[in-house]
């Protein structure tokens, strides 16, 4: 079950318009939190922004206006389109939230953490993907942009990434080197 569920996990951006509720929110985000975590810091921050609400609206119109500012080799049209291409993406998400991790002490517990958060993420998209739900992991333009005092991240919280969260409605392809190419048994 578990093999099968990492196998058939995706990466997904595309949803459906069927709404994700809060329970089931909070059961992928109970999920992460059973992520091995060494020192047991529990390092991950879940930011979830409602949809239609006032801060969603206010990130989609950050990101819109750091990918303007941003695109590489821009044309009026292309940067248009893209602005408003990521904009429309998290007003149009069923779900969408941040994940950041809790920086420590020192350079090695950050590392930790920030490992753990990894860990914590993929414990959700597995645990969305086994109730249908699909999740598309960004660390791209909703990241780059600055919206930490919009929404309410600590300035010292590392960025782990942005999920746009919904029922699939597409079913993206994916491939994997075989073992064989990434092991070596000595
Ligand atoms: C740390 C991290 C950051 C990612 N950032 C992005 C991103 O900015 N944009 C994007 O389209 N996908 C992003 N992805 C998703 C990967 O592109 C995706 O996992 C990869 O294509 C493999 O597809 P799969 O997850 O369906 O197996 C990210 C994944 C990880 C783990």
Same mark, same amino acid.
């Given at each position: 079950? #578990?093999?099968?569920?990492?196998?058939?996990?995706?990466? #997904?951006?595309?949803?459906?318009?069927?709404? #994700?509720?809060?329970?089931?929110?909070?059961?992928?985000?109970?999920?992460?939190?059973?992520?091995?975590?060494?020192?047991?810091?529990?390092?991950?921050?879940?930011?979830?922004?409602?949809? !239609?609400?006032?801060?969603?609206?206010? #990130? +989609?119109?950050?990101?819109?206006? *750091?990918? @303007?500012?941003?695109?590489?080799?821009?044309?009026?049209?292309?940067?248009?389109?893209?602005?408003? =291409? =990521?904009?429309?993406?998290?007003?149009?998400?069923?779900?969408?939230?941040?994940?950041?991790?809790?920086?420590?002490?020192?350079?090695?517990?950050?590392?930790?953490? @920030?490992? +753990?958060?990894?860990? +914590?993420?993929?414990?959700?998209?597995?645990?969305?993907?086994?109730?249908?739900?699909?999740?598309? *992991?960004?660390?791209?333009?909703?990241?780059? =942009? !600055?919206?930490?005092?919009?929404?309410?991240?600590?300035?010292?919280?590392?960025?782990?990434?942005?999920? @746009?969260?919904?029922?699939? +409605?597409?079913?993206?392809?994916?491939?994997?080197?075989?073992?064989?190419?990434?092991?070596? *048994?000595?």
């Amino acid at each position: 079950m #578990v093999l099968e569920a990492i196998r058939t996990r995706r990466n #997904v951006r595309e949803f459906t318009d069927k709404p #994700v509720t809060v329970d089931d929110l909070k059961t992928i985000i109970e999920a992460a939190t059973w992520a091995p975590n060494h020192r047991h810091t529990e390092p991950w921050r879940f930011i979830v922004l409602a949809k !239609d609400g006032e801060l969603r609206k206010q #990130v +989609a119109q950050i990101v819109h206006d *750091w990918t @303007y500012d941003n695109i590489k080799n821009p044309n009026q049209k292309r940067r248009i389109d893209s602005s408003e =291409a =990521a904009k429309r993406e998290i007003l149009d998400a069923p779900a969408f939230m941040y994940v950041y991790a809790l920086e420590g002490p020192n350079e090695e517990v950050t590392r930790e953490n @920030y490992a +753990a958060t990894a860990c +914590a993420v993929q414990n959700l998209l597995l645990a969305a993907h086994s109730i249908g739900i699909g999740v598309g *992991w960004s660390t791209g333009k909703p990241c780059l =942009a !600055d919206v930490r005092s919009t929404i309410g991240a600590e300035p010292d919280w590392q960025t782990v990434g942005a999920l @746009y969260i919904g029922y699939p +409605a597409e079913k993206p392809e994916a491939k994997r080197a075989p073992v064989d190419d990434v092991t070596t *048994w000595r």
